[in-house]
């Protein structure tokens, strides 16, 4: 692994360890932890969101739907079916990638604004049918008393713990993603994106690319939807719908997209904003969002991250 | 009381389809109107008709001016909110990929509508119909006489776009836009000012289109992402850049997502617009009366 | 009849290809034996790279037959032809802009490893190995090019020059059987193209088939074993440069076209 990753990871262990540490000390932000939880969630929904639009250069505007497919299975199947949550992820895992490889095949055929489209669409069809199968998944209303996860026989019901098991889960995806990325598949995803008529020409097989991609984003997804599920208790449709498929890709955009570290830092800026310092402003989050993607995509469209003259290279052409 | 027949229930559901049919038809071509000269889909197509809806109603219900005054204040102040979007987010970014310009344009529509909350809240509002509340009735159905201002709205909005095309010199130039970009700007035909127009003219229909509806169906802040969608459905649907396919296509639509709410599912309505979208996109990209050469939709 | 020393090594077979209602190629028929240079020249618009993309993939024909080394391969997608051993430059420039010179390579040797997501997520021991090959097979294809230098910069800063012999040195690195150049020269000085043309002769010797599409006519009578001329879609002459030179169809289908004539 590059130098430069190695030393990006050791920092963000350190900063991981020492972070609970502070904020369990300091009364006035002992509930970062929670958030910090949630950060580490939607993180392990944008390295791959990150390694579909930076890497790869497509668009997914419907994720939310897997993070939900991984989320519903999850306390479907331990409510309904008692199995453990475990088994319960992996199932979760197994039916989200499956419907994202029936998506994927025929959508990523698709270029540009109709691939937007296309995912927009199908992420609200998967939120449609979560408000609709009253019976599965409990309908507008939801569903809770979704145990916890525990790791064999040990509880993880408190914060601390979660906390742990979520950035452990985190950094391993993360070590995962920078090996892919600095990699033979890595080196295809970007040929693909940079001119996918030379890809094609050096025989990189670049459908099959888009939709292996596709497919690992939404486990990815799918994983962090369990692991919501678990943490929270309680599922309801509106959770996952187009707005978060939105901040989704807002928080990969504003951090940078064409850096994995970009999305690690735009979900970290953008969940603390949604979730504290936002409070202020509550009735009109939304309006700010806008505006800071606005912003952002037409000043700053190599994404946050290139503010940090370490961790940036110059990924403009010429 | 009035037996509803079977047929009376169908006639229903036909009108209340061919209703909010007419709405997706005007969301298409205004699509379609800016595609056609930037090939920019504009996800923000949907506010213009939310908007439409709610300055309607405060120039009815607040500022109580009379019904014809308010509509034409409406029309325009959503015009000067589409050629505002246009100066400021879509001209300065002429060379920006593809990737961006999605992205700015749902942050636009992401702005507006946090406005439109901000402004409004998220209650749905509703003012008076244009011709009172008494329903006509016919065969059996009762029809709101709203619906028949929304069918004459949309005749109206064709009637007028086709002289638009091909009688008037800046109709004539932006279809020369459309046709060859190059070219226009040689002959001097000022393509900015064209995309200008073109977000204005669509700004303009929305806001139609949202200031007729919302009697009918009221409005909110968060109605835009869903009528894009389907617009955007009823646009490829028809042939992305045709104008008569979109106006067709998205009565069509209507009428397909009515009648699944009627006898089938009113809960999966919205499904249905939304899967037509993808099976269009999957298997027939170029729509029902589209060139399949012009869609440069699919890769080989 | 497949062999190795077959001398046909392709051969195209009243190839057709419309855009619309436009004929870009009308029933081309042609054959380029094995370790020659052939060069194809003709006036702008005359279907050349349209040709070279139909015979690599990236459209497919409206008819007739491509076959190589005996085997057809009209029709078939881009990434299977590469791995049949087909590799091409392109006339606009098609570098990897964002990747670096030598990753830029190392896409070439894509064909020639294996590695997918799980090995190389996991970094397993035999996808590392795999690794330094591919990287060490790129160096060397980037020094036969004479670009070892520039190997870590970013290949979208690069002068037109360098990156057309980059895409040389990534199409080599598929290991090739047969290279197709379109408009190497293009935009490059005396000195750069005399390197290219040192170059297409190394090339030459490592026992590719060159095939060139070029408008530099001191290259290409400088280089070439065989030349085919085409106009509009279909192809006017065909032979050695001696004779290309002097066919007075040729000549006159470069009439009004600005071509450096000067040494003819």
Known sequence: MQS????????????????P?????????????????????????????????????????????FFGLGAYTSGILCTKFAMSPWLAMVAGVGITALVAYIVGVPSLKLKGHYLAMATLGFGVIVQIFFNEEVSLTGGPSGFSDIPGLSILGFS????????????????????????????????????LHDSEVAADAMGVETSRYKVIIFVLSAAYASIAGSLYTHYVGFLSPSSFDFFLSIKLVMMVVVGGMHNIWGALLGTWLLTFLGNEWLHVFHDFDILVYGAILLAVVMFLPDGLVHLVPRMSRVWKRG | MTK????????????????????????????????????????????????????????????????????????????????????????????????????????????????????????????????????????????????????????????????????????????ACADNPEAARLVGIKVSVMILISFALSAAIGAVAGAVI??????????????????????????????????????????????????????????????????????????????????????? | MNTESSPVFLHVEN????????????????????????????????????????????????????????????????????????????QNVEVFGRMTVLENVMVGRHIQSRAGIISTGLRLVGMRREERQIRESAMQHLAFVGLEKRATELSGNLPLGEQK????????????????????????NTR???????????????????????????????????????????????????????????????LGEEVDYSDL
């Open chain 3, 192 to 254: 750069e193209t005399e390197g290219l043309a040192a170059l297409i002769h190394r090339i030459l010797e490592q026992g590719i088939t060159v095939v060139l599409v070029e408008h530099d006519m001191n290259l290409v009578m400088d280089i070439s074993d065989e030349i085919m001329v085409m106009n509009f879609g279909e192809k006017i002459a065909e032979g050695k440069p001696k004779q290309i030179k002097n066919d007075p169809l040729v000549i006159e289908a470069y």
């Open chain 1, 156 to 191: 993880l019901n408190n914060d601390l713990y979660y906390y742990i098991l979520v950035w452990f889960l985190v950094l391993l995806t993360l070590i995962f993603s920078l090996n892919v990325i600095h990699s033979r598949v890595g080196r295809a995803l970007r040929s």
């Open chain 2, 4 to 175: 509803i027949t079977l047929t009376g229930q169908l006639i229903q559901y036909l009108f209340t389809g061919v209703t909010v049919g007419s709405i997706y038809a005007m969301v298409a071509v205004g699509f379609n109107i800016i595609y056609n000269v930037t090939e920019i889909i504009n996800f923000a197509q949907g506010e213009f008709v939310m908007l439409g809806g709610l300055i309607m109603v405060f120039f009815t219900v607040t500022a109580k001016l009379p019904l014809p005054l308010a509509f034409v204040l409406t029309v325009a102040a959503v015009t000067g909110v589409g050629a505002l979007m246009e100066r400021f987010t879509i001209n300065p970014l002429k060379n920006a990929s593809v990737l961006t310009m999605i992205i700015v344009t749902i942050a636009v529509s992401i702005l507006f509508k946090g406005i439109a909350m901000f402004i409004w809240g998220k209650d749905p509002y509703i003012f008076p119909p244009f011709s009172g509340s008494k329903p006509l009735f016919f065969y059996g159905a009762a029809i709101q006489t709203q619906t028949l201002w929304v069918l004459f709205m949309t005749a109206v909005m064709v009637v007028l776009m086709t002289i638009f095309y091909k009688k008037t010199r800046y109709g004539k130039a932006m279809l």
């Open chain 1, 4 to 19: 430069s990753n190695r030393k990006a990871l050791l920092g963000l262990t350190i900063f991981l360890i020492l972070f």
């Open chain 1, 21 to 65: 540490v502070v904020a369990m000390n300091v009364t006035a932000i002992g509930h970062y932890l929670d958030i910090m939880i949630f950060v580490g969630i939607y993180c392990l929904i944008n390295m791959g969101l990150s390694l579909l639009m930076g890497y790869a250069g497509q668009i997914s505007l419907g994720h939310a739907a």
């Open chain 2, 214 to 300: 919302t009697p009918i169906s009221l409005m909110e802040y968060d109605r835009g992402a869903l009528l894009a969608l389907k617009g955007f459905g009823a646009a490829v649907l028809g042939g992305l850049g045709s104008f008569y396919g979109a106006v067709v296509a998205g009565i069509f639509l209507g009428i397909i997502e009515s009648m699944c709410a009627g006898l089938v599912s009113s809960g999966y309505k919205d499904a249905v617009a939304l899967i037509l979208l993808l099976l269009v996109l999957y298997v027939r990209p170029s729509g029902l009366f589209g060139n399949v050469e012009a869609s440069k939709i699919k890769e080989f």
């Open chain 3, 165 to 188: 012999l980059l895409e040389v040195a990534r199409a080599l690195a598929t290991d090739p059987k047969i290279l197709l150049l379109d408009e190497p020269a293009g935009g490059l």
């Open chain 3, 15 to 90: 190839l057709q290809k419309s855009f619309g209602g436009v004929q870009a190629l009308k029933g081309l028929s042609f054959k380029v034996p094995s370790g020659i240079i052939k060069a194809i020249i003709g006036p702008n618009g005359a279907g050349k790279t349209t040709l070279f993309n139909v015979i690599t993939g990236i459209f497919p024909p409206n008819g007739g037959a491509i076959a190589l080394n005996g085997m057809s391969i009209e029709g078939r997608k881009a990434r299977e032809i590469a791995r049949l051993g087909v590799s091409r430059t392109f």
